[in-house]
Every structure is written in C-alpha cells, then in structure tokens.
C-alpha cells in the first residue's frame, strides 16, 4: 500500500522557536514539536523524498534509518527545504548508494551554486527535469509564486490507477493559470504558515489557515492535510475548527495513498 510520512512539518523556524516564550512554544506538548519540512513517500514499494531539511539526520534516525530513498524531489532552494543535503550526501558516500536529486533546472542550478563540492560527488547524480515517470507513475513539478520569497514548485504525483495526490508547501499569491494542476485531487498536502495572518500581502509568502479553507472549495479535493505549521497552530485546539476533511499534519504523521 502506498503511503507518506511527514518528517518534519514546521516552517522555517522550526517549532519551538529559539528564545520564544509563546504559548505553543513553552507547551511541550509533543503535536507542538515540529522540525523542518520534508516527507517520505513509497509509491509501488520505491522510496522517494520530498526535501532535505537542516534536521535531515534526526528525522531520517526517528522515521526511517533502514532505507536510503533512490529519488530525492526538491520543491525550491530555501534553506528550510535543502539544509540537510550535505548530511544526505554523506549518508550516500558513505553506504554506497546512488541517488538521484531531481528538481527543474533553475533549483538543480541553485542547488550546485549552494553546494559546490557536491557537484561531483561519489553517490549524488543531480537532474534537471519538470517531469519524471516510475514504472507508469507521472509525478511532475509545477512552478507557483511564493509571495515575497519568489518562487517554487508544487509536486504532483499521478498514479497509474488513477489516484492523483501534491505536496504543495510554499505558495502564496498563486494565479489562476499556476492552479490548474491542482484541482479534484484525492490528496492535497498544503503550507500554511498560520491560523490567520495579519502582515500586509507584499511581506506574505504562505498562504494562511483560513486561505487555504477557502482554497478548498475553490479547489475541490477530497482530502486537505495542511503542514507548514508555525508556532501560532496548537494542533489540538486549532483542530477542532476544521472541517473533517481537513486535517493538520504533525512530525511522524503517516497518511495512505491509495
């Protein structure tokens, strides 16, 4: 059965926050303790991942440490998506696997300028491609705006028994054009920084909780699971206020896709 587990579903800044004395901060509860973003899926018993996050090593410790994913997928080159490449390569070299990290052009570009001494790295193959097919199973990136942070991709993955699911983190000010691929999916993994967002649009780069709720009517899935969270989502209490096929996601959440 195909599935996906969340290694870290924080925003940038990771949950608690250094030095915030905030409610969700100070809480300790474990649905409040968030890492940086990434994800692991298996579609037809391959692995792949979603992003590298600066905690790539604790996560992959915590959920995985059995498997390296042949295929890495990166949605854009922020740090809070790729600061775990090195450690990711080091785990390459050092158990002789090949990996490839896939990304359009433009991010492979950033992604060697970032990282040059991985450029030819024993166990890394970098490729640029908006579109990559496993075994009859199309996934493909989508470039969205990202408000005053540029740009990034969604992903979408559409499987050969029809079932169509994206990991869409960072998005905000998305025209009508840029959504097209993402409506009627089964599955819609959407960032949402907060519960609602008070900074004027120009300093806005992730769409906010109430946004996305309307999102969803506009884009009809049958299921939103929303990640991106930042230190202003209690998931227990804010949840209470979504509607049942909305959730939210937390560090080790694990959805099936089928």
Known sequence: ????IFYGTSDAQGVPR?????????SGLPDNQRTRPSCEFYLD?????????PDFKIQFQ?????????????THSH?????GLGDFADLCFWHNQQVQIVSPP?????????FPYLNNRKGLTFVGTTKWVSDGNKISFHKVNHGHNGSSYGILVQKINGYKWAYLSDSFQVTDEQWLPFYHLDSLIFGTSFWKENQPP?????????????????????KMILTHLSHDIDIIQRGEYLPEDMMFAYDGFKITLD
Do not use: W
């Not at 059965?1 to 996906?4: A, E, G, N, Y």
């Not at 250094?18 to 100070?26: D, E, I, Q, S, T």
């Not at 915590?62 to 990166?74: A, C, D, K, L």
């Open 18 to 26: 250094l030095l915030c004395k905030c409610p969700v901060c100070k």
């Open 106 to 114: 433009d991010v492979i570009n950033q992604l060697k300028e970032r």
């Open 62 to 74: 915590t959920y995985n440490n059995r498997t390296i994913p042949s295929v890495v997928f990166i």
């Open 45 to 53: 018993n391959k692995s792949y991942l979603i992003d590298i996050s």
């Open 79 to 83: 740090n809070d998506h790729i600061g």
């Open 202 to 222: 120009n300093k806005r780069s992730v769409y906010d909780v109430n946004e996305a709720m309307e999102l969803k009517q506009k884009l009809q899935p049958k």
């Open 1 to 4: 059965m195909d599935s996906l």
